[in-house]
């Protein structure tokens, strides 16, 4: 007997549902974070893959902010009949990636978690921060979400900022 089990990649920037029994959802984070919402009732969900948690510029559309990826995450589980009060997540990733003075893993995480308060979604689990990459792999239809962690490197340190030397005069004779 063959797994007839379908992976799809969501991968940074981007978003999936589904409502097969057979699909997984898979992603591989580092500082981005995953957000897996799903309606057990209905046996829908859809995990999303966002890299920074706001827009500098407020007009932007783009699916690499985090609030355009929850919202369109949202409304398209809504498309699919999924009911907003039966909502619940599961968080991943926001690691540490660089040894820089701005956390961004944590940046994205506290964005997710407030996002999820503000919109009463309960957050059923988290794996959040660290220092080490994940692969998720989350069955939308149940919920089901596990990691493994990928052993890599440590963080990069940030490198110092080189200071122009100061100029010599230098006289040919």
Known sequence: MTDQRKT??????????????????????????????????RQVGGMNHFLLATASDLAS????????????????L???GVERHRLEAKLFGGARMTDHSRDIGASNARFAQDFLSKEGIPC???????????RV?????????????????????????????????????
């Open 8 to 41: 799809i990649t969501v991968v940074q920037g981007d978003y999936a549902v589904s409502r097969d029994p057979a699909v997984t959802l898979s992603t591989v984070l580092g500082s981005c974070i995953a957000v897996c919402l799903f309606d057990r009732q």
């Open 137 to 173: 792999q989350f069955i939308p239809t149940t919920g089901y979400a596990r990691q493994l962690q990928i052993a890599g490197p440590p963080p990069v340190p940030e490198l110092p900022k080189r200071t122009p030397r100061p100029q010599q005069e230098i006289t040919l004779f």
């Open 78 to 80: 809504l498309r699919l």
């Open 61 to 76: 559309d783009d699916l690499k902010y985090g609030v355009n990826a929850m919202e369109l995450l949202i409304i398209k």
């Open 124 to 134: 059923l689990s988290s794996s959040l921060g660290g220092t080490k990459a994940r």
